[in-house]
């Protein structure tokens, strides 16, 4: 079985529609989505139809959560917050209904999803060292643990490896971020795993940056949020 992997797609159309464009092109059996559809970008009802329409299992992330106020707006940084108001006025009351019945956790076909971390969920802890990520093994109960959050995307073995797939260890795996790339490289990110196989690799895929740029633009979001984009920051 064939099982894409996105997360963090931000309100980012282009994006998320060249995201699936490459994932039809190669043929996915399940498409799981790590939250945070919304927040930062400026087109959130269109992502969450989109995503409605297409993945099988879909977590909440800080962000969906923040549009809807569950998260109160200090607990994001300015830009954040300014996008998360502006997200909050524009969200239709049947998306903002279905941000808020997502679940913090899925456990499906020996995976576990999770936007920031299985443990604790709701406490939206960014993983980005060695102790955090050794502590989550205990968390889950299944072989791979899927997370974003952090928009970095990184495979770690429970054995304290980075970077390589087995098939005999326990893995948390962070796909990245489709539409707001954190590492330096401007790219969607996402993850495709193979059961079959027993292989998992991230992809990198360019998309109209140009035009989710234009779109923050019109829609008076702020300058920086288009501009980071170009950037991978
Ligand atoms: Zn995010």
């Not at 159309?13 to 059996?29: K, M, S, Y």
Request: charged share 20%; net charge negative.
């Amino acid at each position: 079985m064939r099982i894409a992997v996105i997360s963090d797609i931000h309100s980012n159309l282009p994006a998320l529609t060249r995201t699936f464009e490459v994932l039809d092109q190669l043929g996915t059996d399940r498409i799981f989505c790590l939250g945070d559809i919304v927040g930062y970008g400026p087109s959130p009802n269109e992502c969450i139809a989109l995503v409605r329409e297409r993945c099988a299992a879909v977590v909440k992330g800080n962000h969906d959560s923040g549009a809807i106020g569950e998260v109160p707006l200090e607990h994001f940084n300015t830009y954040g917050k300014n996008a998360i108001r502006w997200t909050r006025k524009h969200l239709t009351r049947k998306n903002a209904e279905y941000l808020r019945d997502l679940p913090l956790l899925v456990v499906q076909d020996d995976i576990t999803l999770a936007h920031a971390s299985p443990l604790h969920p709701e406490d939206w802890r960014y993983i980005f060292a060695w102790p955090d990520a050794h502590r989550c093994f205990d968390a889950f109960g299944t072989r791979i643990c899927f997370i974003g959050h952090t928009h970095i995307p990184v495979i770690v073995g429970e054995d304290g490896t980075v970077n390589m797939f087995r098939n005999d260890r326990r893995y948390l795996i962070n796909v990245g971020s489709v539409g707001q790339a954190r590492d330096g490289n401007p790219r969607a990110s996402f993850g495709l795993l193979d059961t079959t196989r027993n292989t998992y690799e991230v992809l990198r895929i360019e998309y109209d940056i140009e035009a989710t740029a234009a779109a923050i633009f019109a829609a008076g979001l702020p300058d920086y949020l288009a501009h980071r984009l170009f950037l991978g920051i």
